[in-house]
């Protein structure tokens, strides 16, 4: 079985890593796939267990994606899966469980995306799919269910990617098109407006796109020529600057190296420099920047003890990073979703890879 590690997800306080074999390891609280029955409260875990587990031993996946206690999952035989707290059975019947159930109505998915009680998935064809609780239209279709099932979001082109928010998405064309729907009051649809859209509008970027990222009521876009724009809410500083609370528009932010990939958690942004470097910047009250401090960073700024990082991602309030061959974690540990390192962990620790099997 291949160790290498293909790409990380981070949630609530869960935290996937995906390998090159297709097998999942879950560190952490609901959706890791280590969280034990009778738990009723999404972030707790065994304190003591920093050990990851294997999610659906028998499954191999080609996607994951970890959201509000709730995680996704794609396998390689295109079928699409659901495990972790789900108690209400959200866009569904599947019940609370850390084994995945197969969820039906989204043909051949290809990308997936869970949040706060929404999710979506792409298929094949880039069919956009949404489901979950449609609070301020936040699937983005005509639906009056308000725990809706699976159904295909109209009027769009060809999709790659979709990115959640606090009852919002930010949908990216295969042109480089962005698109936006759902709950507006800080500016993260990037309209120019504070007012809600219930259906997908499009975004205007003075760019083309490769990929975004969305944090609880921000958004970050990475332009093909890895410039990065940002807009909706500025409150600790994660669109870059200090000079409003909210930006309803797409901004340039200012950064000292071309950015490769970008990450979004609650009130915090993190970037990867094509030399290997991580940058963060925006809400640091657990340490989730990795600068040795809780205090917020209203401008990139550069995190020191990593070098030629390959991947990031960002949870509420943890962020990981993918060395050669070994994962990093900081900021938030309570649920031991970085494994054994500090509950509050101020800087970078490497906590898992070398070959390491989930069980030493």
């Not at 029955?37 to 875990?45: M, Q």
């Not at 850390?98 to 051949?108: K, L, R, Y």
């Not at 991602?313 to 994962?327: F, P, S, W």
């Amino acid at each position: 079985m291949s160790s290498n590690i293909r790409a990380v997800s981070a949630g609530k306080s869960q935290t996937l890593a995906l390998l090159g074999s297709g097998d999942v390891l879950g560190w952490g609280g609901a959706g890791s796939g280590r969280y034990k029955p009778g738990y009723v409260d999404i972030c707790s875990a065994p304190g003591s267990d920093s050990k990851p587990v294997y999610v659906g031993s028998s499954l191999r996946f080609n996607r994951v994606s970890a959201g509000y206690g709730v995680s996704l999952g794609v396998s390689n035989q295109q079928e699409l899966f659901v495990w972790g707290w789900n108690p209400i059975g959200i866009g569904g019947d599947q019940p609370s469980s850390e084994i995945p159930n197969s969820i039906a109505g989204v043909t051949a998915p290809e990308f997936v995306a869970a949040g706060q009680s929404i999710f979506a998935a792409i298929d094949q064809a880039g069919s956009l799919y949404t489901w979950g609780f449609n609070v301020d239209r936040a699937l983005g279709r005509a639906t009056e269910q308000l725990n809706a099932l699976p159904g295909v979001v109209k009027g769009l082109p060809v999709m790659k990617a979709v990115a959640l928010g606090d009852h919002f998405m930010i949908a990216l064309s295969g042109d480089g098109e962005v698109f936006s729907f759902g709950s507006n009051a800080a500016g993260q649809l990037g309209l120019g407006h504070l007012t809600n859209a219930e259906t997908p509008t499009v975004v205007q970027v003075a760019a083309s796109l490769s990929s975004i990222a969305v944090g609880a009521t921000h958004v970050l876009a990475l332009g093909k020529q890895g410039e990065l724009y940002g807009w909706g809410s500025n409150q600790y500083g994660q669109l870059g600057h200090q000079h409003r609370r909210h930006d309803s528009q797409p901004i340039l932010i200012a950064m000292p190296e071309r950015i490769t990939e970008i990450a979004a958690g609650t009130h915090f942004s993190m970037a990867l420099a094509a030399s290997g470097s991580v940058y963060a910047w925006g809400w640091n009250g657990y340490g989730q920047l990795g600068l040795n401090d809780t205090q917020p960073r209203s401008s990139p700024t550069k995190v020191l003890g990593l070098a030629g990082i390959q991947s990031i991602a960002a949870g509420e309030m943890h962020a990981l990073a993918i060395g050669k061959r070994v994962l990093y974690g900081w900021g938030s540990n309570e649920a031991g979703q970085i494994g054994r390192a500090a509950r509050q962990q101020l800087t970078p620790a490497p906590f898992w890879g070398n070959g390491q099997s989930a069980y030493e």
